[in-house]
Protein backbone atom coordinates (compact mmCIF):
# COMPACT_ATOMS: atom_id res chain seq x y z
CA UNK A 1 0.00 0.00 0.00
CA UNK A 2 0.99 3.70 -0.91
CA UNK A 3 -0.16 6.48 1.07
CA UNK A 4 0.08 10.19 -0.58
CA UNK A 5 -0.60 13.16 1.06
CA UNK A 6 -0.58 16.51 -0.71
CA UNK A 7 0.04 20.19 0.40
CA UNK A 8 0.63 23.25 -0.75
CA UNK A 9 -2.90 24.82 -2.50
CA UNK A 10 -4.31 27.21 -1.49
CA UNK A 11 -5.87 30.95 -3.35
CA UNK A 12 -3.41 33.11 -5.30
CA UNK A 13 -3.86 36.01 -7.06
CA UNK A 14 -3.79 35.45 -11.25
CA UNK A 15 0.03 35.64 -12.12
CA UNK A 16 0.85 34.41 -9.08
CA UNK A 17 2.49 31.36 -8.24
CA UNK A 18 2.01 28.08 -5.62
CA UNK A 19 3.67 24.65 -5.04
CA UNK A 20 2.21 21.51 -4.31
CA UNK A 21 3.86 18.74 -2.53
CA UNK A 22 2.81 15.01 -2.33
CA UNK A 23 4.33 13.01 0.24
CA UNK A 24 4.15 9.02 -0.43
CA UNK A 25 4.80 6.54 2.27
CA UNK A 26 4.29 2.81 2.51
CA UNK A 27 5.11 0.91 -0.46
CA UNK A 28 6.86 3.39 -1.86
CA UNK A 29 9.61 1.19 -3.57
CA UNK A 30 6.80 -0.04 -5.78
CA UNK A 31 6.17 3.26 -7.16
CA UNK A 32 6.83 3.17 -11.38
CA UNK A 33 5.58 6.96 -11.98
CA UNK A 34 3.95 9.79 -10.54
CA UNK A 35 1.17 12.54 -11.89
CA UNK A 36 -0.82 15.25 -10.58
CA UNK A 37 -4.04 16.08 -11.68
CA UNK A 38 -6.85 17.77 -10.72
CA UNK A 39 -10.55 18.54 -11.33
CA UNK A 40 -12.33 21.67 -11.55
CA UNK A 41 -16.16 22.20 -10.32
CA UNK A 42 -18.77 20.38 -12.92
CA UNK A 43 -15.41 18.94 -15.14
CA UNK A 44 -14.26 15.63 -14.99
CA UNK A 45 -10.34 14.70 -13.00
CA UNK A 46 -7.71 15.67 -16.11
CA UNK A 47 -4.03 14.85 -16.18
CA UNK A 48 -1.93 18.07 -15.19
CA UNK A 49 1.87 16.30 -15.43
CA UNK A 50 3.25 12.68 -14.95
CA UNK A 51 6.64 12.02 -14.46
CA UNK A 52 8.43 8.61 -14.34
CA UNK A 53 10.96 6.98 -12.21
CA UNK A 54 13.59 7.72 -14.69
CA UNK A 55 12.52 11.80 -15.01
CA UNK A 56 10.43 11.58 -18.08
CA UNK A 57 8.46 14.11 -18.24
CA UNK A 58 4.73 15.11 -19.71
CA UNK A 59 2.65 17.92 -19.58
CA UNK A 60 -1.14 18.74 -20.58
CA UNK A 61 -1.03 21.32 -23.34
CA UNK A 62 -2.54 23.89 -21.14
CA UNK A 63 0.24 23.62 -18.30
CA UNK A 64 3.20 23.82 -20.58
CA UNK A 65 5.63 26.06 -19.89
CA UNK A 66 4.15 26.78 -16.41
CA UNK A 67 3.94 23.89 -14.36
CA UNK A 68 6.92 22.30 -13.73
CA UNK A 69 6.77 18.54 -12.20
CA UNK A 70 9.52 17.43 -10.00
CA UNK A 71 10.52 14.27 -7.75
CA UNK A 72 12.89 14.03 -4.70
CA UNK A 73 13.23 10.26 -4.42
CA UNK A 74 15.39 9.92 -1.41
CA UNK A 75 12.03 11.93 0.58
CA UNK A 76 9.80 10.08 -1.68
CA UNK A 77 8.39 13.54 -2.18
CA UNK A 78 6.68 14.41 -5.11
CA UNK A 79 6.13 18.62 -6.50
CA UNK A 80 4.25 20.59 -8.92
CA UNK A 81 5.34 23.98 -9.00
CA UNK A 82 3.27 26.23 -10.90
CA UNK A 83 3.73 29.92 -12.03
CA UNK A 84 1.89 32.45 -13.98
CA UNK A 85 -1.09 31.02 -12.76
CA UNK A 86 -4.85 31.80 -14.17
CA UNK A 87 -8.61 31.89 -13.20
CA UNK A 88 -8.57 28.51 -15.45
CA UNK A 89 -6.41 26.64 -12.97
CA UNK A 90 -8.72 26.81 -10.25
CA UNK A 91 -9.46 23.22 -9.61
CA UNK A 92 -8.80 20.46 -6.47
CA UNK A 93 -5.47 19.00 -7.46
CA UNK A 94 -4.23 15.32 -6.69
CA UNK A 95 -1.44 13.59 -6.84
CA UNK A 96 -1.47 9.96 -8.05
CA UNK A 97 1.07 6.86 -8.33
CA UNK A 98 1.08 4.01 -10.51
CA UNK A 99 2.86 1.11 -8.96
CA UNK A 100 3.44 -2.61 -9.62
CA UNK A 101 0.59 -4.85 -10.40
CA UNK A 102 -1.30 -2.04 -12.29
CA UNK A 103 -1.71 -0.37 -8.69
CA UNK A 104 -2.84 3.28 -8.65
CA UNK A 105 -2.94 5.66 -5.61
CA UNK A 106 -4.57 8.65 -5.04
CA UNK A 107 -4.47 11.50 -2.71
CA UNK A 108 -7.34 13.64 -0.66
CA UNK A 109 -6.27 16.47 -2.58
CA UNK A 110 -5.55 20.04 -2.43
CA UNK A 111 -7.62 23.15 -3.69
CA UNK A 112 -6.09 25.83 -6.06
CA UNK A 113 -8.06 29.35 -6.05
CA UNK A 114 -6.73 31.31 -8.51
CA UNK A 115 -8.52 35.20 -8.14
CA UNK A 116 -8.74 37.38 -11.29
Known amino acids: QVQLVEAGGGLVQAGGSLRLSCAAS????????FGWYRQAPGKQRELVATISSGGSTNYADSVKDRFTISRDNAKNTLYLQMNSLKPEDTAVYYC??????????WGQGTQVTVSS
Open 96 to 105: NAEAIRLKSY
Open 26 to 33: GSTFSINA
